[in-house]
């Protein structure tokens, strides 16, 4: 089947041929993946925030919560284009694109991670 002119983005849908509808589905329940970690992102960064606001933690993780905001829209931005790179190559029967941007969010979630690992131990120790 050609594609459809009327679909949108036309930069997707104005491309190639339908895929098999188990593949664009497929695509589709990744980029939601992709919505989901740029929430929790930005719901950590918001916590951060508030609570470095309220005194309960030191005030440098009120900065933390700003970079975990602006990365939680900087990896929703990353879903969407890659859902549409992805969706181009099938319909136009190219091979996918390489995840390039899960290792930059894996690297973020670990650094996150440490960082309130250290903010747990220090309140540990000094309870």
């Keep these: 089947m050609v594609s459809s002119p ?3 983005p036309r930069s997707v849908y104005g491309v190639g ?3 098999d509808p188990r593949f664009s589905l497929a ?3 990744t980029a939601l993946a992709w919505m989901r970690t740029a929430v929790a992102f930005i719901a950590v960064g918001i ?3 508030s609570f470095a606001d309220a005194g309960a933690l030191p005030q440098w993780a009120e900065a933390l919560g700003l970079a975990a905001v602006l990365g939680g829209a900087v990896v929703a931005i990353r879903g ?3 859902w549409a790179r992805i969706e181009r190559a099938l319909r136009l029967g ?6 390039s941007g899960l290792f930059v969010v894996a690297a973020a ?3 996150a991670a440490a960082v309130m690992a250290g903010i747990a131990m220090a309140g540990l120790v000094r309870g």
């Excluded at 190219?94 to 995840?99: G, V």
């Design 6 to 8: 009327e679909r949108r």
């Design 27 to 29: 695509n589709e329940r």
């Design 109 to 111: 979630v670990v650094v």
């Design 94 to 99: 190219e091979p996918l694109p390489a995840p």
């Design 80 to 82: 969407a284009r890659s």
């Design 17 to 19: 041929e339908e895929p």
């Design 47 to 49: 916590a951060l925030v």
